[in-house]
């Protein structure tokens, strides 16, 4: 059974990097068949994609976000990481790592998901 | 992007009540539309994928229709665990895009 958590601060300042990582147990991040992703939830915004990882290395990321959005893995931790540079009150939510699937598989629905950190962004 | 609009964005039922929530794409999306449902202080749970595609577990009562711009999330018999928000998202394109949710309440 594949379980997500995320872990990292609960506090960042402003013109900081936010920096979270999520380790998958009873999975794999070099597994071809999906897509290791962030997403966020404010209230302001509902549930925003952030940008994904692939096994390969490859990434995607929101245009919203991209400049300032930096996703890596470690394999020999099987985990993967966000870096979100800047940060303004705006980044203030929950961020959940979730596991994307291919379209064979499920559509690119994300069918596991960590439980979220809240993350603010405040002096 | 792709903009995902749900409808209503809150509705008052009662159990055994028949539900029904739209999603509509600002472009053809084909079938590639996910739902999911939160509870407080949860992650989304996927319910289901390419539009009709129960996910495993997922009971019976739950069903999900349409393709191209407009779907349906119709929940055929409210249980008391039903009582959540519900979100669609598009996966045919990048960035993945959601609706803002509708919140099924009592």
């Known amino acids: 059974q594949v379980h997500l958590q995320e872990s990292g601060p609960g506090l960042v300042k402003p013109s900081e990097t936010l920096s979270l990582t999520c380790t998958v147990s009873?999975?794999?991040?070099?597994?071809?068949?999906?897509?290791w992703s962030w997403i966020r939830q404010s209230p302001g915004k509902g549930l925003e994609w952030i940008g994904y990882i692939y096994y390969n290395g490859n990434t995607n990321s929101n245009p919203s976000l991209k400049s300032r959005v930096t996703i890596s893995k470690d394999t020999s931790k099987n985990q993967f990481s966000l870096r979100l540079s800047a940060v303004t009150a705006a980044d203030t939510a929950v961020y959940y790592c979730?596991?994307?699937?291919?379209?064979?598989?499920?559509?690119?629905?994300?069918?596991?998901w960590g439980q979220g950190t809240m993350v603010t962004v405040s002096a | 992007d792709i903009q995902m609009t749900q409808s209503p964005s809150s509705l008052s039922a009662s159990v055994g009540d028949r539900v029904t929530i739209t999603c509509r794409a600002s472009q053809s999306i084909r079938n590639y539309l996910n739902w999911y449902q939160q509870k407080p202080g949860k992650a989304p749970e996927l319910l289901i994928y390419?539009?009709?595609t129960l996910r495993s577990g997922v009971p019976s009562r739950f069903s999900g229709s349409g393709s191209g711009t407009e779907f349906t999330l119709t929940i055929s018999s409210l249980q008391p665990e039903d009582f959540a928000t519900y979100y669609c998202q598009q996966s045919y394109s990048t960035p993945d895009t959601f609706g803002g949710g509708a919140k099924v309440e009592i």
């Open positions: 979730a596991r994307g699937t291919k379209w064979e598989l499920l559509a690119g629905a994300f069918d596991i």
């Open positions: 390419a539009a009709s």
């Open positions: 009873g999975g794999s991040v070099n597994s071809d068949n999906y897509y």
